[in-house]
């Protein structure tokens, strides 16, 4: 089983794909589908947004393709202006498309360095002894190894959790916290911490980096902050009695305020959609069969769908086949001897596979028999991997076939062996075939 | 003079105020034993308070001299959370403060020599 690589608008178009379909299921399903069923379908978008391989599958499947099919023979104008026009395009695309990436980069860096610089600012929480450890303890239960820093700060708004290795959770000054109100906040972002999100928001971000021109990514962004907030949530509430339900929902609304900066890169407490977690959050239900069978379904449709696939075959212009041959003296183990006539033809061809192959057929035929012949060695390199076969050989003829996988050049040499002492192989062709 | 202070500063300041004039570095390395800030978030915050000219730098040595006292920024604050929460009324102010407080003898002698003061 061989992975093949796809381009990166490919992903993108069916990222596209699939961010719509689980945005729909989601509307369409609301509370009664889990959210962790959920973060689980935007998991597979982001893995074919990410990953650029595609398995093979038992479905014939097509894929873009960007060129049209070519009949034989027409070397035409017409296909050489095809070319130039997608030759053209597509030279600069890759750096319109590292352009916006950079711009993107900066878009989210920047602003992130700034506030970890105030965030640095922060003081510690005002703890006694007996506090410090039974929150301690609370996390270790939450089976959270790293250490936890408890923090408060006057420039920002709502509760916050940042940093991987060494989570820290900051508290506004400026909002006075009721002691249930201090665990609600505790409880929530601890499942934040337990969970890596802002790991995963990080996943998304770098998504969004990459994927900048495709305005679906920053829908599933948008939708993936809210359901990871609804998320811890659930989490915490989920073994609350109906009472501390209420009280819970009271906190997210007591807390709601304006949202601090760039809400991408940390997990904030009460930005996103306050209304819709507190619906979420009071409505809590068991979740619908349906609904949960419907998500796994499209988790393996979607994965079947989309992670794999075969592309269409493709068709490019082929270059005017030139035939070419010549006759050189050689010197080959004392004996002169004329060296055999080497043709070779060019031909860029694609085979059914992985994209688009170039394969170029060389043939060796001996006009002498060469002493002790032992073989006529084909290689090849290409741009990227090659195979090579020897596809026929006697006495008069070796012809070799070499071809490359998704290749943009592929260059081709036959190289003689005999059996005489003391020769060395002697190269007697290399050719080069472009797409 | 009003200078607004955030908490980040206004515990710089809070070391100069106990320690008097003090060298950058020997307030970073001291802020970073309490409460665990590293060297370049106090020299940032030491910085803000200079622009602020809540704090006066002094060559050689960036020595850290601080341009307000500690009252001063009480009383701005005190006078910024009367106006807030109390409609600038002090009598509200003091009696929230004092409330079902227990106040010594003493304290009751110091506060009645202050009103008396300020009646003058």
Not at chain 1, 64 to 85: M, N, R
Not at chain 1, 191 to 203: E, G, P, S, W
Not at chain 1, 413 to 425: F, I, L, M
Not at chain 2, 53 to 78: D, N, T
Request: glycine share 6%.
């Amino acid at each position: 089983m061989n992975l093949s690589t796809i381009s990166l608008l490919e992903m993108s178009l069916y990222g596209g794909v699939m961010i719509l379909g689980v945005a729909l299921l989601r509307r369409a399903f609301a509370r009664r589908m889990p959210k962790a069923l959920v973060l689980g379908l935007w998991a597979v978008a982001l893995f074919r947004l990410l990953v650029p391989l595609a398995l093979p599958s038992p479905f014939k499947k097509h894929m873009l393709y960007f060129a049209s099919p070519i009949e034989d023979g027409a070397v035409t104008t017409a296909a050489k202006e095809g070319e130039t026009i997608i030759t053209a395009l597509t030279a600069i695309l890759p750096y319109l498309w590292g352009a916006g990436v950079l711009i993107a980069l900066l878009c989210h860096v920047v602003p992130y360095l700034r506030q970890r610089k105030v965030f640095s600012m922060a003081l510690p929480f005002a703890l006694n002894e007996e506090e410090r450890s039974a929150i301690n303890h609370f996390f270790k239960m939450q089976g959270i190894r790293r250490p936890v820093g408890i923090y408060m700060s006057d420039r920002i708004t709502t509760p916050l959790t940042y940093g991987i290795l060494r989570p820290r959770i900051i508290l506004p000054r400026t909002q006075v916290l009721t002691a249930g109100e201090f665990h609600h906040v505790l409880a929530h972002e601890c499942h934040h911490i337990r969970r890596f999100d802002v790991l995963r928001k990080f996943v998304v971000a770098a998504t969004l980096c990459i994927h900048w021109f495709n305005p679906l990514v920053y829908v599933m962004a948008r939708c993936f902050n809210r359901d990871l907030e609804c998320l811890c949530d659930a989490s915490v509430v989920r073994k609350l009695p109906r009472k501390e339900r209420a009280a819970y929902a009271h906190t997210l609304l007591s807390l709601e305020e304006k949202k601090w900066g760039h809400p991408v890169l940390q997990a904030a407490f009460s930005g996103c959609s306050t209304e819709e977690r507190i619906r979420h959050v009071m409505t809590d239900s068991r979740p619908g069969k349906a609904a949960v069978a419907v998500g796994i379904f499209a988790v393996l449709a979607m994965g079947v769908c989309f992670a794999t696939g075969e592309p269409a075959p493709v068709y490019y212009a082929a270059k005017p086949a030139a035939i070419q041959s010549y006759q050189v003296v050689q010197q080959i183990g004392g004996y002169n001897t004329l060296s055999p006539v080497v043709s070779a033809s060019r031909e860029a061809v694609v085979v059914e596979g992985n994209g688009y192959t170039l394969q170029a057929i060389g043939s060796v035929m001996p006009t002498e028999a060469l002493y002790g012949v032992t073989a006529v060695d084909f290689t090849s390199s290409s741009s990227t991997s090659t195979d090579v076969q020897v596809v026929f050989s006697d006495a008069q003829i070796y012809e070799g076939v070499a071809m490359g996988v998704a290749a943009n050049s592929i260059s081709f040499s036959a190289v003689v062996n005999t059996e005489e002492a003391g020769v060395q192989p002697v190269l007697l062709e290399q050719i080069e075939v472009n797409r | 003079m009003e200078i607004k202070l955030f908490d980040s500063e206004l515990r710089v300041m809070e070391v100069l105020w106990q320690e008097g004039d003090q060298p950058a570095g020997k307030i970073a390395k001291r802020l970073k034993a309490e409460i665990g800030w590293n060297r370049n978030t106090t020299y940032t915050v030491i910085k803000k308070c200079i622009e602020k000219g809540a704090i006066l730098r002094m060559e050689p040595g960036f020595v850290c001299r601080a341009q307000i006292a500690r009252e001063e920024v009480q009383r701005q604050e005190a006078n910024a959370l009367m106006d807030k929460m109390f409609g600038g009324s002090l009598e509200q102010l003091f009696a929230a403060m004092v409330g079902d407080k227990k106040l010594s003898p003493e304290e009751i002698e110091r506060l009645r020599r202050l009103v008396e003061d300020l009646d003058k």
